[in-house]
Every structure is written in structure tokens, then in C-alpha cells.
């Protein structure tokens, strides 16, 4: 492969934002390389089959693509899922899981990457997180958790590697219609102690979802960010959510919460 051509890794790139984002890296002419337990990604982009949370697992596909390549300048840390239900009622293992994938799976890939591009002195770690980071989402709290805990992760990090000239940056997409949704891990104990606001906060969330903004425009916004000089350290995707989250600076703490409340 000549030297030129930059290489990419991206987490969870079998369905959703994950896919759009490989497929477009591919077409501009990157050497793509998805990470996930699916078998299915875009003709073109190379896949190795991975459990992000199993870190030997990580570090030998991560070798493979250093092996093979001999640099990485670009990792996405995407894969991710979702659960919902009342705090009270969600059991520790699954909270678990959810922490596994979404925070020390990215976690894991990182630190696979971070060597080889402290090595070369330079690269870009791109982490997908959601606008639930800073909206904290009622029945789905270990959820906005896990990725408020990315975001911060993420920011921290920002500052360790820059000496090194690795850029880090934070994207915060809201609603997508993507198959994330089908695939949330719904847990419904509970709902008549609650008065039924359970299932009513998931499915204005999932309707929400539904009707979101489509996995290739949040690609996009992912794959402008790999391209930009210099990145914002956190950035939401779509007008709407960029508005909502400077509402939520604006606005006290007491009103932001009271509207969440209704929406949700």
C-alpha cells in the first residue's frame, strides 16, 4: 500500500453512523478498517472481527493494521449501544455491559492506537458521543452516563497527547435513524410503579429517533471533522442540537432539567 494513503479505524462500522462513516472515508481514498462483531460493512473497507470490550482482542487487530499499513492517522471511536429503563430497576450486569462498550471499549482501542501515533508524532481520535452527554435522558441515565463519561475521557485526553500532535476531538450527535433504535435494550419493570412513564420516555425518544437526521449527513459531519486543521475540542452535529446546547449554558440548571422532565 503506498505511504501516502491515510489509514483509518472505525469502530462499529457494520450499520448506522459507523457504516456511512467508513463508506466515505473509503470513497475519498482512505485505507479503512472497521472493528466490530458484524461481518457486514462497505465493499472496500477491510474488516476484522472484534469485541472492542476484549482488549487482547484489540491490541492484536490493532497490530494487524500497523503491520500491514505501517502508520494509523485516523481512529473513530464509534461502536456503541443502548439501554433504557428506571435506574431502580436496571440490573448492575447490564449497567456493566453498557460501560464495558461504550466507555472502556473505546478506552481499549485508544490505548492500542496511542503508541503508534505518538511514534509517528501525529493523528486524530474522533469520539462519537451523543447529545445525551449533556442532556441526561429520564429511563435511559446509564446511557447519557456512558457518554458523558466519553465526552470527559475524551477531553482529558485532548490535553495528554497534544505535545505528541495528536488532535482529539468530541462529536455529540443527537437523533439518528439509524438501527441503534431496534436494537436498544429495553427493560419495561417497573413502568405501572412509574405510571407508565417509562415506556412513555422511551417512546418519545424513539419517535424522536425515528424522524432524527440520517446516518450519512452525521457521517459527514464526522468525516469534516477528520479533514479540519484545527477541530473544535467538542462540537454538536446539527443546527438544532448546537442551539439546545447553548440554551443549556444559558438557561439555569433548574429550568434545563424541568423542560427534560416534559419532554421526556
Known amino acids: 500500500m503506498p ?23 473509503y470513497e475519498k481514498g482512505w485505507d479503512v478498517w472497521d472493528l466490530s462483531r458484524r461481518e457486514r460493512c462497505y465493499a472496500g473497507v477491510n474488516h476484522i472481527s472484534c469485541d472492542i470490550s ?9 497490530n494487524v493494521i500497523q503491520s500491514r499499513c505501517g502508520h ?8 456503541g449501544f443502548g439501554i433504557s429503563g428506571a435506574v431502580e430497576f436496571t440490573r448492575p450486569e447490564d449497567a456493566m455491559r453498557l460501560i464495558e462498550v461504550n466507555l472502556m471499549g473505546a478506552d481499549a482501542v485508544t490505548r492500542a492506537v496511542l503508541p503508534y501515533m505518538r511514534e509517528n508524532g501525529s493523528g486524530r481520535i474522533i ?24 465526552s470527559s475521557y475524551a477531553l482529558a485526553l485532548r490535553n495528554e497527547v497534544r ?41 418519545a425518544m424513539e419517535k424522536d429517533e425515528t424522524g432524527g437526521m440520517s446516518p450519512s449527513y452525521a457521517a459527514a459531519q464526522v468525516v469534516k ?37 416534559k419532554l421526556y
Open 3 to 25: 505511504q501516502d494513503k491515510l489509514v483509518a479505524i472505525v469502530t462499529g462500522a457494520g450499520s448506522g453512523i459507523g457504516y456511512e462513516t467508513a463508506r466515505q472515508l
Open 127 to 150: 469520539f462519537i458521543s451523543s447529545a445525551a452527554a449533556i442532556f441526561p435522558i429520564p429511563f435511559q441515565a446509564w446511557y447519557s452516563a456512558s457518554k458523558a463519561a466519553l
Open 163 to 203: 505535545p505528541f500532535g495528536i488532535d482529539v476531538c468530541v462529536l455529540l450527535p443527537g437523533d439518528i435513524k439509524t438501527g441503534f433504535t431496534t436494537e436498544r435494550k429495553k427493560n419495561h419493570t417497573g413502568d405501572e410503579l412509574y405510571g407508565g412513564r417509562i415506556d412513555k420516555a422511551v417512546s
Open 225 to 261: 471533522c477528520a479533514y479540519a486543521r484545527n477541530p473544535a475540542p467538542t462540537r454538536c452535529i446539527g443546527a438544532k442540537y448546537s442551539l439546545f446546547s447553548l440554551l443549556n449554558r444559558l438557561l439555569p440548571g433548574r429550568l434545563v432539567s424541568f423542560i427534560l422532565g
Open 54 to 62: 476484549n482488549e487482547d482482542r484489540v491490541k492484536t487487530a490493532v
Open 72 to 79: 494509523i492517522d485516523l481512529l473513530i471511536n464509534n461502536a
